[in-house]
């Protein structure tokens, strides 16, 4: 690969969630080239995870911290000696002092999309496991996350995911209240699953969308490659519906009563979010509207339930104004519409 970008610059720019769509692209080819890559990349990302849990102050990052870093670099090399002793030092050394900018930086509160690390407790595995937990705001747009194992998970707005800094357990499990797009590494002997509300979803290696809010009735899981198993419970916690799912398959699981409905779907639709755009097909206001509401951080209000079930088809980039998305999807004039501050109200015709 060019030398188009300075590889190190890239990794603090990604830690930091400073990173544009073509850099982030230039860095996921740079980590398949190697897995002394990998391995690297995911290095650094543990100094970062661990500055943002205890929040080190400048005083902290001492001569000790400096020599511990001494003693990982020649553990690295031990284990695999063909990578050469200088050559490690080097490339560590070369990144030292941005990893250190990034302790500082989190230390003076200069968290990037409302990233808090926390310290939780995992009542799943024999030993305790540390969290960490990212939250998008009403109308943030896309955050990436490379997990330990290499897995990606791309964040909408209005959502909340936890994840631990690595997976010591029997599987590998996360949490997530929200909606997220996972691109996940396969590993036959630890299974990948998501823990939300109502549902749990179990994968060894797949890519699939998860619309899944707390406060919501119905969530969506829907398939793009591989195969998942999903599994419902009511709101005892009883389990309900146990199913594998087959690319182009959407599940509607009801959070009250734990049933799930299987629709055959044009899957790329469902995360072309992460895109930019917002794709719709044959999608009801209501459901429209609440989508809307957490991209922009409005609240929309509808005057006349009988919107709430008309059904429309369209797409739009997520950079347009909410005004300009109203215009597109009321092509047939069917309501008026007005803003006031961050407040929309929708009236029917």
Same mark, same amino acid.
């Given at each position: 690969?060019?030398?188009?970008?300075?590889?190190?610059?890239?990794?603090?720019?990604?830690?930091?969630?400073?990173?544009?769509?073509?850099?982030?692209?230039?860095?996921?080819?740079?980590?398949?080239?190697?897995?002394?890559?990998?391995?690297?990349?995911?290095?650094?990302?543990?100094?970062?995870?661990?500055?943002?849990? =205890?929040?080190? &102050? +400048?005083?902290?990052? *001492?001569? !000790?911290?400096?020599? @511990?870093?001494?003693?990982?670099?020649?553990?690295?090399?031990?284990?695999?000696?063909?990578?050469?002793?200088?050559?490690?030092?080097?490339?560590?050394?070369?990144?030292?002092?941005?990893?250190?900018?990034?302790?500082?930086?989190?230390?003076?509160?200069?968290?990037?999309?409302?990233?808090?690390?926390?310290?939780?407790?995992?009542?799943?595995?024999?030993?305790?496991?540390?969290?960490?937990?990212?939250?998008?705001?009403?109308?943030?747009?896309?955050?990436?996350?490379?997990? =330990?194992?290499? &897995? +990606?998970?791309?964040? *909408?707005? !209005?959502?909340?995911? @936890?994840?631990?800094?690595?997976?010591?357990?029997?599987?590998?499990?996360?949490?997530?209240?929200?909606?997220?797009?996972?691109?996940?590494?396969?590993?036959?002997?630890?299974?990948?699953?998501?823990?939300?509300?109502?549902?749990?979803?179990?994968?060894?290696?797949?890519?699939?969308?998860?619309?899944?809010?707390?406060?919501?009735?119905?969530?969506?899981?829907?398939?793009?490659?591989?195969?998942?198993?999903?599994?419902?419970?009511?709101?005892?916690?009883?389990?309900?519906?146990?199913?594998?799912? +087959?690319?182009?398959?959407?599940?509607?699981?009801?959070?009250?009563?734990?049933?799930?409905?299987?629709?055959?779907?044009?899957?790329?639709?469902?995360?072309?979010?992460?895109?930019?755009?917002?794709?719709?097909?044959?999608?009801?206001?209501?459901?429209?509207?609440?989508?809307?509401?957490?991209?922009?951080?409005?609240?929309?209000?509808?005057?006349?339930?009988?919107?709430?079930?008309?059904?429309?088809?369209?797409?739009?980039?997520?950079?347009?104004?909410?005004?300009?998305?109203?215009?597109?999807?009321?092509?047939?004039?069917?309501?008026?519409?007005?803003?006031?501050?961050?407040?929309?109200?929708?009236?029917?015709?």
């Amino acid at each position: 690969m060019s030398e188009k970008y300075n590889i190190e610059e890239l990794i603090i720019r990604f830690l930091q969630q400073d990173i544009n769509e073509e850099e982030l692209r230039y860095l996921e080819s740079w980590l398949e080239e190697d897995a002394e890559h990998k391995s690297y990349f995911f290095g650094l990302k543990s100094i970062s995870d661990s500055s943002r849990r =205890s929040f080190f &102050s +400048k005083e902290e990052v *001492n001569e !000790a911290s400096w020599q @511990r870093m001494l003693a990982r670099i020649d553990k690295h090399q031990e284990k695999d000696p063909s990578l050469g002793k200088s050559r490690m030092r080097d490339l560590w050394f070369s990144c030292v002092k941005y990893v250190a900018i990034i302790i500082f930086a989190i230390g003076a509160g200069w968290g990037i999309h409302e990233f808090q690390g926390k310290r939780q407790q995992s009542d799943l595995t024999e030993k305790d496991v540390v969290y960490n937990e990212i939250h998008v705001r009403k109308g943030g747009r896309a955050n990436t996350v490379f997990l =330990s194992d290499g &897995s +990606k998970v791309i964040l *909408n707005a !209005a959502t909340t995911f @936890r994840y631990p800094t690595s997976f010591n357990g029997k599987n590998r499990q996360v949490y997530l209240d929200g909606e997220a797009y996972f691109e996940v590494s396969k590993d036959v002997e630890k299974p990948f699953v998501v823990k939300l509300k109502k549902q749990e979803i179990t994968v060894l290696g797949t890519t699939f969308n998860v619309q899944a809010y707390a406060h919501e009735p119905y969530s969506e899981v829907t398939l793009l490659t591989g195969q998942i198993l999903l599994e419902a419970f009511n709101e005892r916690g009883e389990s309900m519906s146990r199913m594998y799912l +087959k690319p182009d398959q959407k599940a509607l699981s009801d959070n009250s009563t734990g049933s799930v409905s299987l629709q055959e779907v044009n899957a790329s639709l469902s995360n072309a979010w992460i895109n930019g755009e917002y794709k719709f097909k044959d999608e009801p206001l209501a459901s429209i509207v609440k989508r809307l509401e957490n991209y922009y951080n409005v609240k929309i209000h509808l005057d006349d339930k009988r919107l709430e079930k008309i059904k429309y088809t369209g797409t739009f980039s997520l950079d347009q104004d909410i005004l300009d998305v109203f215009r597109i999807i009321d092509y047939e004039k069917q309501f008026t519409f007005k803003r006031v501050k961050k407040d929309i109200f929708i009236t029917s015709k």
